[in-house]
RNA sequence: GUAGUCAUAGCUCAGUUGGUUAGAGCAUCGGUUUGUGGUACCGAGGGUCGUGGGUUCGAGCCCCAUUGAUUACCCCA
């Protein structure tokens, strides 16, 4: 017999881990809930003419096919046998990058049902074939929410608002809501003169803060560019707070053209929207976002206290149902990186306490009499609410008392022939170890009190 | 795709310049206690030292290959 393994890049959650986990995405869901968004799930499998070409030429590869069913070489002649052209011939779904893409196709094809502007939340795994390490999986979860088929600021600010409020929730309080605008990147290239470079001017941007201001500088240096031009790039990469003062410093350094115009308009729309208050938001000139279909403002939320990267980010594209030919659909969303958040929380410690606790009471009969005398007390304690269990087996006591202590159970109800003999219950508190005898009919009230 | 580190009991790990029968803690099971736990004591089970080859009188330890894990780079959450 071989040990059991799994894929790597893939983990088991266990009970205790599960607990959190859920914690963490049930708030996150019912934030969502409160401001309108409605769930959505597809497929874990798309039809790769849905993913291929989306992602760029590095995510294509990063895409896990799924081989036909049944002999899938059957029809295949041996001059196929190169991967381009037999890839397609043996394959023809995968399993889904993100979140976003399946929205897009979802929208598009159920176009004449969905009420614009839509809003949904989806909650669920992607897979990426890439080769894991520290906080990199090949299985993780996104928790998404996106606004497709309005262009209005409101929506931004509205995802400040759920940013605050599920950290609020959390009781995570070390964290920044970074924003920037993705115009205003186009604007400070433009006056560099590095348009040609843009794309690739963003990716290194965007890694501001794990190389610092110099290393940008060495690798805009790298891609060519000349002093003046990495100057006025380096100009914008600073953070500060985000206000009106702020805004009209940066406008006044900007050429007065239409998308400094927009940047700065929609960046000042959004502050009016969030009536000034901008408790944990800052402006940060060195957000860029890898990802190339953003147009708009863009977010990213990074914790302070701890050493890790962002927790969420998200931002506003104009045209992403546009690939499936459903054109002028403006859109918004973001996506919380749950797998980080948890990091983040069990490093701080500050998941609650009873966390872990899925049983209030444990049964411990010591004879097979005991089950009938018990099951009944047990239904009405779950009619009641108190999570309960009846241990399976009449084992020695220390056993069942063992079994409740690795499960974190607070109350041992222990049933014999003395307590039967005399409707009684011996009820045990496992924390402070006391016991007492009470009438079987109390028990409910007993615990309830509580 | 590139580079480094690691692989010994269910888990976490010791194991000396290569030298007798490969150890510990935790976990599991039994006992001290026919019905009272977290602590203590006693005992038991559990190993092809990742796999294959080589060097040697002798390999967990040295060499080569291979597989897997892990970390960093590229890219990304």
């Known amino acids: 017999m071989s040990k059991p393994s799994i894929p790597r890049g893939t983990r088991d959650f266990g009970p205790k881990?599960?607990?959190?986990?859920?914690?963490?995405l049930n708030t996150?869901?019912?934030v969502y809930q409160s401001f309108g968004f409605m769930p959505l799930e597809?497929?874990?499998?798309e039809n790769l003419s849905t993913l291929?070409?989306?992602?760029?030429?590095?995510g294509d590869q990063l895409?896990?096919?799924?081989?036909?069913?049944g002999d899938y070489l059957k029809d295949i002649s041996a001059d196929k046998f190169e991967s381009k052209i037999l890839t397609p011939l043996i394959s023809e779904k995968g399993l889904r990058y993100d979140l976003t893409v399946p929205l897009a196709r979802y929208v598009v094809m159920n176009q004449n049902e969905v009420t614009f502007p839509f809003k949904r939340y989806q909650m669920q795994p992607v897979w990426r074939a890439d080769r894991p390490q520290k906080g990199r999986y090949r299985e993780f979860w996104q928790c998404d929410a996106d606004v497709l088929g309005t262009p209005s600021l409101l929506c931004e600010a509205d995802f400040v608002k759920i940013y605050r409020q599920v950290f609020a929730k959390l009781k995570l309080t070390g964290y920044e809501i970074r924003i920037n605008h993705r115009k205003l990147l186009e604007v400070v290239v433009e006056k560099a003169d590095a348009s040609t470079h843009f794309k690739t001017i963003t990716i290194i941007i965007d890694k501001a803060d794990k190389i610092g201001i110099e290393g940008v500088k060495n690798e805009l240096i790298n891609l060519g560019l000349n002093e003046n031009q990495t100057t006025v790039i380096l100009?914008?990469?600073?953070?500060?707070?985000?206000?009106?003062a702020n805004l009209a410093n940066i406008k006044s350094a900007l050429p007065n053209t239409e998308n400094a115009n927009k940047a700065i308009g929609d960046l000042t729309q959004l502050l009016e929207l969030l009536n000034h208050q901008t408790d944990f938001v800052y402006l940060d000139g060195s957000l860029a976002r890898g990802l190339d279909y953003y147009t708009g403002c863009i977010f990213e939320v990074v914790p302070t206290d701890v050493q890790m990267g962002s927790i969420s980010g998200g931002g506003r594209y104009d045209d992403l149902t546009g690939i499936f030919g459903l054109k002028g659909i403006s859109g918004i969303g973001i996506s919380f990186g749950i797998d980080r958040i948890y990091d983040v929380m069990e490093e701080l410690n500050i998941f609650p306490a009873d966390g872990t606790k899925f049983t209030d009471v444990l049964f411990c009969c010591?004879?097979?009499?005991?089950?009938?005398?018990?099951?009944p007390l047990a239904d009405d304690l779950r009619l009641n609410g108190i999570k309960t269990e009846v241990y399976p087996d009449t084992s020695k006591l220390k056993k069942q008392l063992d079994y409740a202590n690795a499960k974190n159970i607070s109350w041992a109800v222990i049933i014999g022939e003395n307590e039967m003999n005399n409707n009684q219950l011996a009820i045990k508190n496992l924390v402070s170890g006391e016991q007492e005898l009470i009438d079987k009919n109390a028990l409910t009230l007993f615990l309830e009190k509580l």
């Open 28 to 30: 996150i869901e019912q």
């Open 52 to 58: 291929t070409g989306k992602y760029g030429a590095e």
């Open 42 to 45: 597809t497929p874990s499998m």
């Open 17 to 24: 881990i599960m607990a959190k986990r859920k914690y963490i």
């Open 63 to 69: 895409l896990f096919k799924v081989l036909n069913s």
């Open 366 to 375: 010591m004879d097979e009499k005991a089950f009938a005398y018990c099951l």
């Open 235 to 244: 100009s914008l990469l600073n953070k500060q707070a985000f206000n009106a």
